[in-house]
């Protein structure tokens, strides 16, 4: 027997009602933010978290990231120095993740952190995350809503396709208009890029990587993958692959018939489950330029292609 899917709710003031009672009693709700759909809990509830991993069947070594209302609650939570706080107030709300240190009595479980003295926070722009923010009144855990290292869900029907009964309710808002996770950043280095780029926040030159252990989410090898063999960097498909384009390169789909980067982006994720649902045995990938936004979806492919 199939395992029942989990209740659905348009987003609206009953959803988020709903929602709030339950993150209030310790449980988890799947809900949009402009990057992808988040498995939302209360980051102070140690119980609450652990069914966050338990339900994504998460490595614990693997932090996640604390969702906040705004600068003021997030400097209740980390340490800020003057660059950090200048980032946040240019790019927050918005698609920016902040790795900063924890600050004493903050209150976040250690689960969240994975132990380690830092913790990633951001403050979402999306409306449904917000409300629900306002609502509970708590920093809210958020990863991808989603089995772990699976595909990032865009919309409300790829977290009922990939959690099934392991999330009680889904607050429906449509597809997520970034497409794709959150920038990272630890003091001047991107550790995830995503739709803020390395010359948007730092456009004197940002550091380069020295991240070596697990500091933030996305840092894994293997990550964002779909169940079937993925090729990248091709024009032309097998007899059995189902090709995902972009610009010149028609393909089964398309990531973006323009060549658009910002909608490539957007389109990814949810090209990746149609490919993956598909009866093709395997999925081929045209090339993306590595410019600008091209560098946070190579970093996806890269990811999800990884073997």
């Given at each position: ?6 209740r659905v709710l348009p987003f609206g003031p009953r959803a988020i009602e709903i929602a709030a009672d339950l993150i209030r009693r310790g449980g988890i709700v799947a809900v949009p933010t402009e ?273």
């Amino acid at each position: 027997m199939a395992d029942p899917a989990p209740r659905v709710l348009p987003f609206g003031p009953r959803a988020i009602e709903i929602a709030a009672d339950l993150i209030r009693r310790g449980g988890i709700v799947a809900v949009p933010t402009e990057t992808v759909y988040g498995l939302a809990a209360d980051a102070g509830d140690a119980d609450a978290v652990a069914r966050i991993y338990a339900a994504k069947g998460r490595p614990s070594f693997n932090p996640l990231i604390v969702h906040v209302a705004d600068l003021a609650a997030a400097e209740a939570l980390a340490v800020f120095d003057d660059e950090a706080r200048a980032l946040a107030m240019r790019f927050w709300p918005g698609p920016l993740t902040l790795v900063l240190p924890l600050r004493a009595g903050a209150g976040i479980a250690s689960l969240v952190t994975a132990g380690l003295g830092t913790v990633a926070i951001r403050v979402p722009a999306h409306r449904a995350m917000q409300a629900l923010l306002a609502a509970t009144g708590r920093p809210l855990a958020a990863p991808s809503a989603n089995r772990s290292n699976g595909l990032s869900p865009t919309r409300a029907g790829h977290v009922v396709a990939s959690l099934a009964d392991a999330v009680p309710l889904v607050i429906d808002d449509g597809a997520c208009a970034a497409g794709i996770e959150s920038t990272i950043v630890r003091g001047r280095e991107v550790l995830r890029p995503g739709p803020l780029t390395a010359a948007m926040l730092f456009p004197e030159g940002a550091a380069a990587s020295t991240a070596g252990a697990i500091v933030a989410p996305g840092q894994l090898a293997s990550h964002y993958a779909p169940a079937k063999p993925l090729r990248l960097e091709t024009t032309h498909a097998a007899a059995d692959e189902w090709l995902i384009g972009f610009g010149a390169v028609a393909g089964d789909d398309t990531l973006s018939a323009g060549g658009d980067l910002t909608e490539a982006a957007a389109r990814l994720f949810d090209a990746l489950h149609r490919a993956d649902a598909g009866e093709r045995p395997r999925i081929a990938v045209a090339p993306v330029p590595r410019s600008g936004l091209g560098e946070a979806i190579n970093d996806r492919l890269a990811r999800a292609a990884y073997r």
